[in-house]
DNA sequence: ATCGAGACTTGCGGATTTCGCAGCAATAGC
DNA sequence: GCTATTGCTGCGAAATCCGCAAGTCTCGAT
């Protein structure tokens, strides 16, 4: 009985190699369990995933590769930022004259810049920043990010408290 | 000579625990050079992660297991959210009036609701939200999330394109 | 000055995990 | 119908993980 799991499987590995219409590659449901078990531990053993989804060791091993090789997922570290030194963050919206994507580029060679998306709205870029204190916030957004090309204007969001913060996508 | 690495080490180590005004437990350099390791590649093996920063095997793994307990760090599978079928996502920039931490906490009992944070600016609170079409994304932005209790307002930026994701915190 | 605590090292087996490879079955393509 | 491919299983061999003991060193407190 190391029955519950995906149960099935009769021809639904095949999913996982066919693309969906935009090149993405479509995952079934096998792979999605194995992604849950890494987001809750990412060093959790082969054998154990297999015994939770249903799969041999080895093939759990060949569907992680796959997955890591595709670039569907990454096995990481995170960190509290506070915990690691950072002590001011703080979300940019941003308003560009011009080309958009360039400047969005410029943002993401800012290593201070932890994520940068285009976005529809009032803001054309969105960037989150993790600094380490006041004065280098500071610094990053007025003298760094208001001098870079075509940024016409931007408006800063300082957090003060991170209420919810997860990375369980794919599960639900 | 399995030098390289860290070098010095005489002290530092103490500062692992030396709790810094804050509650914040310190982080010593050794620490952030495992944790920078666990960030290339969470799966990494004890002895290399050693090997990279000047400790033994032994050493490497009671560090590791103590920011894990610590909760400094978790060791997770982040994944892409379009490949795993979400195509639609946004940040939203809501206004409370009234308790804000109580609206935030109910933004983040809700599991469409990513990432939450209060903060300092023209936006009480920014929720990000992870949606599977424009259909989910609609309903959770207009029917949810408006109708929470204290919810003045709110203002939405569709996500366009995502140009950086990293999860180098604690590196640099 | 001495003692105790904390952190690290070395060394060591044993249990576990990883890894590569040889089959085998089902599917897709020709 | 036949073949190539893909995904899975099973199985040894190698590597890793894990707990533990003994000994060193530094810091801080008695």
Redesign the interface.
């Known amino acids: 009985m190391h029955s519950e799991a995906v149960a099935s499987r009769s021809a639904d590995q095949r999913d996982s190699s066919r693309e969906s219409r935009h090149g ?2 479509h ?1 079934d449901a096998v792979s ?1 369990a194995i ?1 849950e078990q ?6 959790r053993p082969y054998a154990a995933i297999g015994k939770a989804v249903g799969l041999s060791e080895a093939a759990v091993r060949q569907r992680v590769q796959k997955l890591l090789d ?17 002590r001011r963050q ?2 940019v ?1 941003i308003n560009v004259e011009g080309d958009v ?1 360039s400047a ?2 410029a ?2 060679a800012m ?1 201070e ?11 054309d870029i ?1 960037a989150e920043i ?1 600094c380490e204190d006041d004065d280098h916030l500071l610094d990053v957004i007025n003298k760094r990010i208001r001098a870079l090309p075509g940024v016409r204007s931007t ?16 599960t ?1």
């Not at 810049?113 to 803001?123: N, P, R």
């Open positions: 993405t590659p995952l999605l992604i890494l987001q809750e531990d990412g060093r595709q670039g569907v997922m990454q096995i990481v570290a995170v960190t509290d930022p506070l915990t690691v030194g950072f703080a979300m919206g994507e969005a580029d943002l993401s290593s810049v932890e994520y940068v998306v285009m976005t529809a709205g009032s803001f969105l993790v408006e800063s969001f300082v957090y003060l408290k991170l209420k919810k913060q997860t990375y369980m996508w794919g639900r």
